[in-house]
């Protein structure tokens, strides 16, 4: 772990690793229906992530002790592939695995009905291809965006990027190095019609000001990714402006999600790296 | 966060008791219960505390070893946080692996504690990539009546304290061996968690099981005692507003001076 720097160096002389200005994300692409077998799935590129999230439900649950009598539990498990990190990991789940499953889970429910489906699961099966840093946040980017493929209704989107502190600035959507040497991280989700903040997390050495200032930068980041998932949904069913409203009531009340229209591209399992 | 007939009826008699400005056991709504703390009144542990928060009760272990580094960082010891949830300490908890719950408070525990850079672990390397110490924080729940990660936090903390692990030495060909000495461990920060409930629309903080069990969600931000925020966690499922995480930082910030002040009195 890097001591953290107390003094604060003038953001004009601070060049990030990759370039990017301070409040600038990395790129995103999202493509959805890449799953055929599920009833929703996406698949996000995140600067170097790369990863999947299928949605598979609502269905019965299973174990039925864990099933609610008067809602639906959305269940999220998180989960890396060994080569997605150097050095190669175990793929048993790790404790930091359950607790993302958990904290997504957590960032994910405010936005769904969960009451309309007692004694249902919804179950979202996140896999990380490569890992980049942020892996959490863009998990839920695809994972938001795999529900809303899935016709599940949906109160708003949700987007998430962290900001955290690099060399004493506040900066946006830290990358595999910041997130390592840098000296905080604070990832956040966001639901921006609701503006409700629905994953909050910090780990790392931070003032109070500069706590408020990460997370009103990736406020503004999370903004910027709910655009994108916004035209990722509407590229795919093919809605406009005009008659997004109607559209949207229809998938709402429709019971079975919409074919995808193409087959999907394969996914880049065989990645470069 | 339950959703059986008995928590959604427990959940409107919280509610209304809140709506009134007072809780179930006639607390404030930022009134802690009574905490009181114990340290190292184990003997064969390295460190230790209880802490007992109303009925809430835990013992914390401290416990350091020898073993081999993580291969990233061959020169540093190793600080490890674990969470049992005894099933003796309530009647809904089973044996078995972890449940997330557990999982959760530890790395909560943990990241408050490493985030926060509480041991310099340089200083518990002994031989680069083969050697080093491993202090383990176990957290151990005998009693559950909510609100365990700030009682875990503060008992670390003391626990760490107060902690006087073996020490070791190295000779010129690498053979570690005991030097028959203690040596204290050097805290160079004091983190401390404070978790605010939300149930409705009202904060408060030290929650009992009761409360814990219908909150919306929970909001945990660890402070330094420089002011330093060093661990965050929001959990439950609703969101929180910008201006209600400010209120809960504001509220953390004060609190956590507090509590921090219990755990040097109990040296």
Redesign the interface.
Known sequence: MSKPKTKRKSKKTFERLDGRKVDELRPITIETGVIPNADGSAYIEMGRNKIVAGVYGPREMHPKRLSKPNMGVLRVRYHMAPFSVDPRRSPAPSRRDTEIGMVMSNALAPALFLERYPRSVIDVFVEIIQADGGTRCASINAAAVALVDAGIPMKDLVAACAAGKMEGNIVLDLGDYEDKKGEADVPVAYMPKLEEVTLLQMDGILSVEETEEAIKMAIEGCKKIYEIQRETLKKKYGMTEGESVAEAEETETDEEPEEPVEKPEEEAEADEE | M???IVSRLKRKKIEEVLDAGTRMDGRGLLQYREMTLKTNYLEKSEGSAEVKLGKTHVVIGVKAGLGTPF?DTPDEGVLMVNAEYTPVAHSTWEPGPPP?GA??L??IVD?GL????ILN?EDLGLVSGEKVYIVFVDLYVLNWDGNLIDACGAGALAALRNAEIPGYKVSKTNEVSETGKTIKLKLRCEPVPITIYKIGSHFILDATADEEEVAD?R?TVTF?EK????????????????DE??KC?NIA?EKAAEIRSLTVASK
């Open positions: 339950s959703n059986n291969d997330e999982i959760e530890a790395r990241r490493r985030s926060a850079e672990m969600g909001l330094d002011g330093n925020i060093t661990t965050m966690q929001k959990s439950g499922s609703v969101g929180f507003t910008l995480i400010k930082i910030k």
